[in-house]
Nanobody, 125 residues
Framework: QLQLVESGGGLVQPGGSLRLSCAAS????????VAWFRQAPGKEREGVSC????????DYAISVKGRFTVSRDNADNTVYLEMNILKPEDTAVYTC??????????????????WGQGTQVTVSS
């Protein structure tokens, strides 16, 4: 089964940290650019970060730059999103998506080959 599975979400206090994982199964993730998105209730989906196939290029939304770090371990077929100094406005469902390297790099892109199911992140005291 070809899928992406996110994990690592949860409830954290403002100023805290979380590390999200996006694990691929059924395909080799190093052939894909991976993006993280988030969507808060009542708001449009927002592109958070992207990482190229071997991690040489990363991009971030202005709202998370300096606080979030995207990385990948292709040996484990997994991409990570380290989130620090979390704020209540970071509360959302976070979803990862993978886009084949045969397409030009774009962050975020208009379409992706695979999507995960999402993991809830709640920042609250």
């Amino acid at each position: 089964q070809l899928q992406l599975v996110e994990s690592g979400g949860g409830l954290v206090q403002p100023g805290g940290s979380l590390r999200l994982s996006c694990a691929a199964s059924g395909f080799t993730l190093d052939e894909y650019v991976v993006a993280w998105f988030r969507q808060a209730p009542g708001k449009e989906r927002e592109g958070v970060s992207c990482i190229s196939t071997h991690g040489g290029r990363t991009d971030y939304a202005i709202s998370v730059k300096g606080r979030f770090t995207v990385s990948r371990d292709n040996a484990d077929n997994t991409v990570y999103l380290e989130m620090n100094i979390l704020k209540p406005e970071d509360t959302a469902v976070y979803t990862c998506a993978a886009r084949s390297v045969r397409y030009s790099y774009s962050c975020p892109a208009d379409d992706y080959d695979y999507w995960g199911q999402g993991t809830q992140v709640t920042v609250s005291s």
